[in-house]
């Protein structure tokens, strides 16, 4: 089963910030927060993923609670191509390449 | 890069038949996933391959069954077709070497079984 919870759906305006909340209270020490989203019919795409601290790229920022046990993907300008499925998911980094279990997602839409 | 690769796109079998699937890994990576991706759903692990070995599988039968070659590509092999084996199948790559493992996926084969 999956590790996380997270809303089953979502609605932003077009511009605006889109801020995708995760629960993940029983994440473990050695455990990342990774997001992938998944634009229809297309494979998962990586967009992020932290320890502890807060991480930002060129596509997302992570916010990620001092106690773990959530965190919010933040869109900061949300476009319509944004929209699609986005899956919060708790793994183990480092060379093992472990599997990624995957729940439900939160299903984004951006409306003009 | 040409990034994660799968054939065919689209493919129609009937019950009882075989099918193989196709995957070349993102240059650079050596490690192959297949996921299974029911429609509404999120994707479930098949298996994992990395030199030429199943390293990892999830809760799949044996009719489900995977090859990797010696460029690291990979092959799904699913026997026996079910209707419930419809589903779009997704590769994903990535290497031992790395850190953090993030996977890329390929944009996946869609199977219908009638």
């Not at chain 1, 989203?37 to 502890?52: A, D, E, M, V």
């Not at chain 2, 196709?22 to 299974?36: A, E, F, I, L, M």
């Not at chain 2, 077709?81 to 996926?105: K, R």
Request: aromatic share 10%; hydrophobic share 30%.
């Amino acid at each position: 089963d999956a590790k996380t919870t997270q809303p089953p759906s979502m609605d932003c305006a077009e511009g605006r910030a889109a801020n995708l909340p995760c629960n993940h209270s029983t994440i473990s020490g050695n455990e990342y927060v990774y997001w992938y989203r998944q634009i229809h019919s297309q494979g998962p795409q990586y967009i992020i993923h932290g320890l502890k601290n807060n991480e930002t790229n060129e596509m997302a920022s992570l916010i990620i609670t001092e106690d773990r046990k959530s965190s919010t993907l933040i869109l900061p300008h949300a476009t319509l191509r944004d929209t699609a499925v986005y899956y919060c998911i708790v793994r183990v980094a480092g060379s093992s390449a472990s599997k990624i279990i995957f729940g439900s997602g939160t299903r984004l839409s951006i409306r003009p | 890069d040409a990034g994660v690769t799968q054939s065919p796109t689209h493919l129609i079998k009937t019950r009882g038949q075989q099918v193989t699937l196709r995957c070349s890994p993102k240059s650079g990576h050596d490690t192959v996933s297949w996921y299974q991706q029911a429609l509404g759903q999120g994707p479930q692990f098949i298996f994992q391959y990395y030199e030429e070995e199943e390293r990892q599988r999830g809760n799949f039968p044996d009719r489900f069954s995977g090859h990797q070659f010696p460029n690291y590509s990979s092959e799904l092999n699913v026997n026996a077709l079910l209707l419930g084996d419809s589903a779009l199948y997704l590769c994903a790559s990535t290497g031992q070497a790395f850190s953090y493992n993030e996977q890329f996926f390929g944009p996946g084969t869609r199977l219908t079984v009638l």
